[in-house]
C-alpha cells in the first residue's frame, strides 16, 4: 500500500543517484514502511536547470489557464481523498478521520491560490507629465525552492507548491524526509492536471545537503520554509548571503488565556482539541494555558478529563482520537519535557508516560503548576501536553503571554470585549484567536513574529511573497 518514493527530476519519476538509502517508518509500529535512494547534488543540478526552463514556460501561461489547471489538481485530489488519507496516515499516524481533513482542507487550499493568482492587480499611477504612463505589475520572481515539515504532510506541501503555482512560478520542493509519500502523490496530481513536467520539482534525501545546494544556486529566487527555528535560522542566513528572499514559518509556544468571564466549558472543549491535534504536533497548538484563578479549577478538571477521555490509537484504529508522535526523537523530547517539570516542582494531572513499547505512543499530558524555571515554559514542547497555570491580573497575563521570543499563535478566551480588544491589541503574535479556534483557513493570513519567523502561508498575503513588482513608465510622444 505505501508507494515506491522516487524522486521527479527533469520530468522523470526516478530513484535517487546518491548512494544513501533512508527508511520510511510507521510511527503507528516503528517498523519500515519502505525506503528510498537520496537526491544527489548531480540530480539537484538537473533539477535546477529544469526549474529554470519549466519558471520560462509556466511564467508565460496566463494566470487564467493556470487558474483552470489547478482548479482540476483540487478536483482530482478531493476525488482521491481516501487514498491520500491511507497513506498520510500510514507516514505519520495521523488517526483517519484527521487526515481526511487534512486532505479535504488541502483541496481547499489549492483551489484559494488556484483563483487568487487570477487576481494580482497592478496599478496605473497617475503621472505627473502629459502622455506619461507609469504602470506597475507584478512579476513572478522565479524558480522556488520550498521545504516543508512532517507534521502536515499534504498541507504544507499544497500551502508552498499552490501559492508558487499561481504566482507563475516554477517549485523545488524538499518534503519532510519522513513523510515523502503524501507529498509525492500531490505531486503527482498536479501533474497530471496539467502542470508541464519541468514546473514541479520533486527531491528528498539528505536536508542541509539539499537546501545548502538549492539556495546556494542562482537559479533559485525564493525559499520558502516551514519547520524549526533553529533550521530556519540557519537556511535565512543562507539564503542572506545569497540576497535571496524568505518565507519562514517557524516554532511556537502559544499562550492560551482563559478570563473569569469566559465561557468555561466552551473554553475547554475548543482548546483541548486543539490541544491534542495531531498529537500536539502543530505550531500553532495551545501551550501555555493562563487561566484566570476563580477558573482555574473547573477548567482543570474539565481539561484533565478531556485528555483522559480521548482514545490514543494506532493508525488503523477506526474510531482514534489520537495517533503517536512522528518519530522516536520527538518521544524522547517530549517525555524529557515533561520529567523536568516534575522534577522541578509541577504537579503532573495525567499522561507523563509512553504508551506501550510499540511505535511512538505518548499519552495525552496535563501539568498544573508549572514553575518558571521548567524547560517546557521557554521551549517548544511540540507533544500532546498542555501547561496549565494561574493568572489574575491582566497586565500579568500579556506580560507572561509575551514572555518568549516566539510569536505565533495566541489564544483567548473573555466574555467582556474590552478585554478581548486589549488582548488582541497587546499579545505579540501574528494570529490572536478569541473565544473560538479560526486559524489556518487558506484566506486567511497564516505567520507569526518574532522567532516564530516572517512573512505569510495564507491569505492573498501569500502571493506577495512570490512577485517581484515591475514599474513601466513611458512616455507615448
Ligand atoms: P528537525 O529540526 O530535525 O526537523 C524539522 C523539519 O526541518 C524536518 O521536516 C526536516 O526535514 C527539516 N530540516 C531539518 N534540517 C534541515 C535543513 N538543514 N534544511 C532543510 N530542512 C531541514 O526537528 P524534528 O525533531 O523533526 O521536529 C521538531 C521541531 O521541528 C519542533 O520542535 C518544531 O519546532 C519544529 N517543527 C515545526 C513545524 C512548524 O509547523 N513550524 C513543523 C514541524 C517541525
Redesign the pocket.
Known sequence: MYPEVLQHIQGSWAPGSDSHRRAVLNPATGEPLGEYVCVSKADLDRALAASLEGFRIWSRVSAFERCKIMRRAAGLLRERASEFAAILTLELGKPPAEAAIEVQSSADIVEWFAEEGRRAYGQVIPARADLVQQVLTREPVGPVAA?T???FPINQPARKISAALAAGCSVIL?P??ETPATAMELVRIFLEAGVPPTVIGFVVGE??TI?EHLISSPIIRKISF??????GR??SALAGEHLKRTTM???GHAPAIVWDDADTPAAVRVLAAAKFRNAGQV?ISPTRFLVHDSVFDAFSTAFVAFAKGLDVGPDAHAGGQMGPLAHA??LEAVDALVQDAVARGADLACGGRRIGNRGFFYAPTVLRDVPMEARIMNE?A?GPVAVLNRTRDVPAVIEEANRLDYGLAAYAFTGSAKLAATFGREIEAGMISINHSGLALPELHFGGVKSSGHGSEGGSEALEAYFNLKLVTTLAD
Not at 516551514?226 to 533550521?231: C, E, N, P
Open positions: 521545504f515539515p512532517w507534521n524538499k519532510a524526509e536536508p542541509s537546501s516551514t519547520g524549526s527555528t533553529a533550521i540557519r537556511l514559518e517557524l516554532g505550531c526523537r520527538r517548544e511540540f
